[in-house]
């Protein structure tokens, strides 16, 4: 008899040639059943069907709706021609100035107290009058250009101009109230009370009319 290879440590010793192999013995216990798969009808991932999609309505969305008033109107307008007002008024005040520059002693030759102010300062009072004439003349100018752009932006509607105006308004009436103790003629009295109605009127169409309201927030209907 053949002596048999070496073995490698822990195996078992090979069977001689006839014999049969050991038999195996089932496990005991209860029987074991196949792992479920985690998806209904046990289908993997890329059998899963298709969930048909359904379709999300898209969300509406708001649209601002503007609608001129007649109060938003009436305020345009009253802004707009005191503006031009005021720039006119302006413009006669440089107008003055200038006639002074150019006549010279006999633009202002009339004015009451000329002689002692000649006297004291010389040919250099006549161009010292013209030239403040001309830098009063800027204010009205530059205020009533900013009213013109404020008077015709605030109608787009722009709620920036909108309160702009409303804070000059509100100042503009609280000087006139102030002016009435200063005001000793009818014809002053009845131009400020004028000119209050008007700022009131603006006030009130910027800031309560209702409509003109709804319409800056762009709910109009």
Same mark, same amino acid.
């Given at each position: 008899?053949?002596?048999?290879?070496?073995?490698?440590?822990? $195996?078992?010793?090979?069977?001689?040639?006839?014999?049969?192999?050991? $038999?195996?013995?089932?496990?005991?216990?209860?029987? %074991?059943?196949?792992? @479920?798969?985690?998806?209904?009808?046990?289908?993997?991932?890329?059998?899963?069907?298709?969930?048909?999609?359904?379709? @999300?309505?898209?969300?509406?969305?708001?649209?601002?709706?503007?609608?001129? &008033?007649?109060?938003? &109107?009436?305020?345009?307008?009253?802004?707009?021609?005191?503006?031009?007002?005021?720039?006119?008024?302006?413009?006669?005040?440089?107008?003055?100035?200038?006639?002074?520059?150019?006549?010279?002693?006999?633009?202002?030759?009339?004015?009451?107290?000329?002689?002692?102010?000649?006297?004291?300062?010389?040919?250099?009072?006549?161009?010292?009058?013209?030239?403040?004439?001309?830098?009063?003349?800027?204010?009205?100018?530059?205020?009533?250009?900013?009213?013109?752009?404020?008077?015709?932006?605030?109608?787009?509607?722009?709620?920036?101009?909108?309160?702009?105006?409303?804070?000059?308004?509100?100042?503009?009436?609280?000087?006139?109230?102030?002016?009435?103790?200063?005001?000793?003629? $009818?014809?002053? &009295?009845?131009?400020?009370?004028?000119?209050?109605?008007? @700022?009131?009127? %603006?006030?009130?169409?910027?800031?309560?009319?209702?409509? &003109?309201?709804?319409?800056?927030?762009?709910?109009?209907?």
């Amino acid at each position: 008899m053949a002596a048999l290879p070496p073995q490698p440590p822990g $195996s078992q010793p090979p069977q001689p040639p006839g014999a049969s192999p050991p $038999s195996v013995s089932p496990p005991s216990g209860p029987p %074991v059943s196949p792992p @479920q798969s985690p998806y209904p009808g046990g289908a993997y991932t890329g059998q899963m069907p298709t969930v048909p999609y359904s379709a @999300q309505p898209p969300a509406p969305v708001r649209v601002k709706v503007h609608k001129r &008033t007649f109060f938003l &109107t009436l305020a345009q307008i009253i802004i707009i021609v005191k503006a031009i007002l005021t720039i006119l008024i302006g413009l006669g005040i440089g107008a003055i100035g200038v006639y002074i520059l150019i006549a010279g002693h006999a633009a202002i030759a009339n004015i009451p107290g000329y002689n002692s102010y000649q006297t004291q300062f010389g040919n250099s009072f006549v161009n010292a009058a013209a030239y403040i004439f001309i830098v009063i003349a800027f204010v009205p100018l530059v205020i009533g250009i900013i009213d013109i752009i404020l008077g015709v932006v605030v109608g787009r509607p722009s709620n920036v101009a909108r309160w702009i105006i409303i804070v000059l308004d509100v100042l503009s009436i609280i000087v006139a109230l102030a002016d009435f103790g200063r005001v000793n003629t $009818s014809s002053g &009295t009845l131009f400020l009370v004028i000119y209050l109605a008007l @700022q009131l009127i %603006v006030l009130y169409a910027l800031l309560l009319d209702p409509p &003109t309201r709804r319409n800056f927030a762009g709910t109009a209907v």
